[in-house]
Structures are given as structure tokens and as C-alpha cells.
């Protein structure tokens, strides 16, 4: 049973993978097909940025550029956008659309989006949770019918990881509404490059999508193990 056990679980972690790398590709090829499409505005991503902070007088956060190919970020505690050097430097719909983002999760953070204070909140319980889960796999299913608690402190583990990817959903796709909402309202993006703006933040929100579903289906496979251990 350990050596069935393991095999399901690898072979479910390989093919989530699968999706995972075929969608973040999938991103990476938008988000390069739409650097190459430059704003009428001429704004840069940096300019987007500060412009939507304006816009909903938020005059405490600062834009700054960051480090990474795709790594931008919002930091509720430093209160800083940090926008990767394409889209801080870039002038494109890519970078309109990712700057505008960032700067949504700043806009829910000025209005306390419930959303993202309750993931905020238990970003200190899923570390540990995160951490621990992957120590307790190492002996779940080897001790899975002679220590079924074990299994069981491994499926709370990994509910709670599964819980903040699920909270995550809703954050993401606000910001992006609120970025979308903006960029065309303000005259930013419009027509084909407000079109562009859409279909890369969509690509965007589809990689927490498939990390959440990831997280969903090793919870299912878990309980269902442990299920099946207590009939034995």
C-alpha cells in the first residue's frame, strides 16, 4: 500500500505539473505578445502605476522597481508596488496591464477588501502549514495504517494550504477587475489594447486557478486515502 500510495501521489503532483507549466507558458506567451503591442499613451508601466494611485488618492504607497522576469508584487507591509524591469521600464499593453493589477491589490488594501485581509491574516498559519505538510508526507503513507492521525494532521495541513489557494481566487480576480475597470475609464487602454490588457490578465489569474486546483485534488486524493485506511 506505501508503494501505491506513493506512486498515486506522484503521479497526481507530475500531471498537475503538467498544467502548471503548460499555463505559466501559456502567460509567458501572452505576456510577450502583448509587449510587443506599445500604448498610443506611450505610459509606462511605472506611469500606469503611479497615475491609477493617484487617481484613487492613495499617496502612501510607492512605486519602485523590482527584480525578476514576471515577479511583480504588491508588499502590504512596506506599502510599495514593485514592478519587474519589463513592466516598470515598458511602455506596452503587458506592462499597462500588469502595473494596473498590482496597483488593484493596493486599491484593496486602502478599502480593507475583506478578501484580502483574510488572506493576509492567515499567511502565518499557511507557512507553517505549507512546511509541515510536506515533512509529515514523508511518513503519512508509510504509517498510514498503523498511525492514522498522522494522515490526518497531514490532510489539516494541506486544507489549509488549499484554503489560502482557494482565498486567492476571488483577491486576484478583483484586483484584475479593478485594474480592467480602471485602464478603460481612465483612457488608458482602450479598443484593441484594452482587448490585449483583458486576455493577458486573464492568462494571469488562470495560474492561480490551476495552483488552486492542484491544491483541491491532493486533498481529495488524501482524504479519500485515509478514508480507505479506516475501513480496513
Not at 503538467?18 to 509606462?44: C, D, H, P, T
Not at 522597481?65 to 508596488?81: A, F, I, M, R, W
Not at 507557512?127 to 503513507?141: G, H, I, N, T, Y
Amino acid at each position: 500500500m506505501f508503494n501505491a500510495d506513493y506512486m498515486i501521489y506522484y503521479a497526481i503532483t507530475a500531471v498537475m505539473s503538467l498544467i502548471g507549466a503548460w499555463v505559466s507558458n501559456r502567460l509567458q506567451s501572452k505576456f510577450k505578445q502583448y509587449s510587443e503591442v506599445r500604448l498610443r499613451s506611450n505610459m509606462s508601466g511605472k506611469d500606469v502605476a503611479e497615475k491609477m494611485l493617484s487617481f484613487y488618492n492613495i499617496r502612501d504607497v510607492k512605486v519602485i522597481e523590482g527584480q525578476g522576469y514576471l515577479s511583480d508584487h504588491y508588499n502590504p507591509l512596506t506599502k510599495t508596488v514593485a514592478l519587474s524591469p519589463e513592466v516598470y521600464q515598458g511602455r506596452s499593453v503587458s506592462a499597462a496591464a500588469v502595473a494596473a493589477h498590482e496597483c488593484g491589490h493596493a486599491v484593496q488594501h486602502d478599502t480593507a477588501y475583506a478578501m484580502l485581509k483574510l488572506r493576509s491574516a492567515i499567511v502565518p498559519v499557511v507557512k507553517v502549514a505549507s512546511m509541515a505538510s510536506q515533512f509529515l508526507l514523508m511518513f503519512a503513507f508509510m504509517l498510514a495504517n498503523t498511525f492514522p492521525s498522522l494522515l490526518l494532521i497531514t490532510i489539516i495541513a494541506f486544507a489549509i494550504t488549499c484554503l489560502f489557494s482557494i482565498i486567492t481566487l476571488p483577491v486576484e480576480f478583483d484586483a484584475s477587475k479593478r485594474a480592467l475597470v480602471w485602464l478603460d475609464q481612465s483612457g488608458t487602454a482602450q479598443g484593441e489594447e484594452y482587448e490585449g490588457a483583458k486576455d493577458a490578465l486573464k492568462w494571469a489569474a488562470m495560474t492561480y486557478v490551476s495552483a488552486a486546483l492542484s491544491s483541491l485534488v491532493m486533498l481529495i486524493f488524501l482524504i479519500l486515502r485515509y478514508m480507505g485506511t479506516n475501513r480496513e
